[in-house]
């Protein structure tokens, strides 16, 4: 018999099971990212300028990639390369609350380079947003204990049965026991290349969502740091590589915005320009952003129009490797006004940069530049040196022994205007370099010879014939160009590496002029970058002490470099060589390679690395002939005329108008 209200089968009362049913359901409204954030996250003024609830009208940039960890969304992979203050933070840790406070039941990694950053983003971040949202969500997956609050240090658990744990990337080899679905890895071109003998630690990150596979949720970001290096430039160009393409205010037209370029085909500017005052400061309003269509000028008041979700989208460019892997580039020309200004930016770049002579003015600020406002891995100077490239720098007007002053001065700003020597010493040889500069320190290899010496103790005794072939090399050898001027070596520097005392007596025999040198990578965290510095040998006479890696890094580009004389003058220290120049000597400028080093800190730095037994006579030689100079200018500015640097104008014109290192007649 049926119970009264109990069943009805034509569905009028559900009774007693619909009151149960109704009882056990719990119903959660559906929300993607961005909604549950902007109607949940709370942002204080002791975070942020722009407190209250966080919306996304000053980042439209963040609302699509939010969104792509949705659970209903079909993206897997989330890769994003970025400048600084594109509020990257912040939009990391919306994912979080998302996944915390909406999914509720699934399992998320946080990881960094190491622990301990992982941790401080914790405690100093992810807890306290919570905290000032008013979300009281955290909880032990002991729930029969009232001491524990789901907050711990290698995990925080919260209602739902779900939890983050923090990680490190130097640790990511042990992390086996771990099955993910949100991983979300921060800053991964500051983890290392490889952890041990496990390999890429990103690959590592990604195996721990293998349960997940087909619902991974994965967040792969970082600003670049080093091209050829960078985890997140491979990263990127593993998905669509989109870019966010605004509409100009004026035609209309979508573009990306890029950094100051130049229409080839019209010669039109677009991109980022600016005016100078008349002191030749930067004129700070005069800032803009040229349409690249139309040469609009866009001010810094009309850049939340310009970025904003109604005029600018997200557009793809390749085809992503596999499905369901997006990818971003974030300039921070992006910024909104009140974090990085486009005024900051141009700052930036006339820092690292001189636009009048159209080259770097400061390395490092350039790379803080690229990396930071451009987003985008900065290529180290001085890497790898092809043989085609410095093949390039052969010149067919001379060959050794000649100076060719009738074509050099239509191709520089000058002559010739000295010729310096440089000296490297090993045991059976003397590999000896002439070099001949004109103003702006372009190098003309003037003549390339290897002194021999096989006897038993060879170049170690200054009794070796070799040194007697050198003496004569400096003291009496006249190098005459073909437009009459003669020219004697006025400064000579011999490497002391090898065979320090040998080198030191030698060239004490010299009251100046001929100085031993000693060759240093690096200098130390807290010494001041000086590329040469004087010191006092044993003899009581003085040598030199060169920062190698320095000027190595400053050739390096300028062998890559190439000039035809259909470029007009010569830029700063393009060097050339003789005809004939053997392939084997130029191999010489090629043999090293920059690559990365641990320091003892745990810090990384680079330094040039020689392969052992490699040639590398002509790099080195190149290296203390440059340095030759500069010994040289600080000399006649500095203990000569009492200036406070080296004045490099002076210095030229002064050696030009007196003629002072031409031989006499």
Known sequence: MRRPNEFDIKGRSSGY????????????????????????????????????????????????????????SPVRETIVKKGVQVAYTTALESVVLYVAGHVRTVPAMYATADLGLANGRMSNNIIPMFQQSGLDIFQSSDEDSTRKRGITKSQLQWIGGGYLIP?????????????????????????????????????????????????????????????????????????????????????????????????????????????????????????????????????????????????????????????????????????PAGMQPWSKAVALW?????????????????????????????????????????????RRCYVKGQIPNSQIVEWCPSPVLVVTCSVDVHKDSLFVAVWGWTADMCCWLIDYIRIRDDSEVGCGNLESPAWSKLREIIEQRVFTADDGRRY?????????????STVTDWCAQYESGVYPIVGRDRVGKAQAIQEFAPFKTQSGTVGYRLLVDHYKDRIAPVLRREWTPEYGIQPQYTFNAPMDT???????????????????????????????GAANELWDLM???????????????????????????????????????????
């Open 350 to 394: 006339l820092e690292a940069w001189n636009p009048a002579a159209n080259r770097v003015r400061d390395v490092r600020a350039l790379q803080v530049f690229y990396n930071n406002v451009l987003g985008e891995s900065f290529e180290v100077m001085g890497s790898k040196i092809s043989f085609a490239a410095v093949s390039a720098h052969r």
């Open 488 to 500: 004697r070596i006025a400064v000579t520097l011999v490497d002391a590496g090898w065979s320090p």
């Open 167 to 335: 990680y490190g990337a130097i640790n990511a080899a042990k992390m086996r026991q771990f099955s993910i679905m949100y991983m979300l890895m921060d800053e991964v071109d500051a983890w290392k290349a490889s952890v041990g003998s496990d390999g890429d630690p990103i690959r590592l990150f990604k195996d721990r969502c293998a349960a997940f596979w087909g619902v991974r949720k994965i967040m792969i970001g970082s600003t670049p740091l080093l091209k050829g290096e960078s985890h997140i430039d491979r990263q990127f160009l593993r998905g669509d590589q989109r870019e966010y393409r605004v509409k100009c205010l004026k035609c209309g037209f979508p573009q990306a915005l890029v950094w100051s370029k130049r229409n080839q085909e019209t010669g039109q500017k677009y991109g980022m320009d600016w005016d100078y005052l008349d002191s030749g400061e930067l004129d700070i309003d005069s800032v803009r952003y040229q349409c690249q269509n139309c040469g609009h000028a866009h001010q810094e008041h009309d850049k939340p129009k310009l970025i904003h979700k109604d005029n600018g989208e997200w557009v793809p460019t390749a085809e992503p490797k596999e499905p369901g892997i997006r990818s971003y580039h974030i300039t921070s020309l992006l910024s």
């Open 582 to 612: 053997t392939d084997a000597e130029l191999k010489e400028l090629t043999r090293e390679v920059r690559r990365e080093k641990e320091l003892p800190n745990g810090g990384t730095t680079h330094v040039w690395h020689r392969p052992h």
């Open 17 to 72: 099971l619909e009151r149960r049913l109704d009882s056990l359901i719990t119903t959660i409204e559906y929300k993607t990212p961005v909604d549950y954030n902007q109607e949940t996250r709370y942002l204080p003024q002791s975070v942020t300028r722009f407190s209250g609830y966080i919306n996304y009208d000053m980042t439209p940039y963040w609302v699509e990639i939010l969104n792509n960890f949705d659970v209903q």
């Open 623 to 665: 290296v203390y002939g440059h340095a030759s100079v500069e010994i040289l200018a600080w000399a006649i500015c500095v203990q000569h005329f009492g200036d406070e640097t080296i004045d490099w104008a002076r210095f030229w014109d002064y050696i030009q108008a007196e003629r002072l290192f031409e031989a006499k007649q």
